[in-house]
């Protein structure tokens, strides 16, 4: 059953909920940085009428929708503060499986928050959701995010070199996932 009613993760420290019409300038904020942004998909200028969109089209969907990407806001518990945002896709042909992703603003990376809202993503779809597999890929030059990705557990799989045309140029993959059965995993 898909969890149509979804409003909220809670970590020690963070909020994992939908976005809210006052994270607009926030997400342009962290999204326009070229820094943030480096190993993205998007392309830079992050408009605002780029973000009001994006935000607007999530609130048809929920995190079970397959085939679409779920964006969850990342937001301090104490003060609601957007800091970045995670997501997750369900597989259209397999929604046993699913891919995340993460992004979180310069200001907040290297204390642990991208650590733990991804824990917490996991958590929700391999324990709370069930999934049978959880995967994720980043660009090999992003070794932040391959290590928090072994950080949490996760096994890298593969190489993907110069896979992807991304920005200009041919980029290589780093795919990594981790299955139901060996999470939660012990960093």
Known sequence: MADAAFTSLTSERLLLRRFQPGDLDAFVDYRSDPQVARYQSWELPYLP????QFLADLQAIHPDTPGEWFQ?????RRTDLLIGDCAALVRADDPRQ????FTLGRA???QGYGTEAVRRLLDYLLIQRGKHRVSANCDARNTRSAALLERVGMRREGHLRESTWCKGEWTSDLLYAVLGREWPASP
């Open 49 to 52: 009428s780029q973000a009001r």
């Open 108 to 110: 907040h990376q290297g």
């Open 72 to 76: 969850f806001a990342v937001a301090l």
């Open 98 to 101: 699913a891919e995340i992703g």
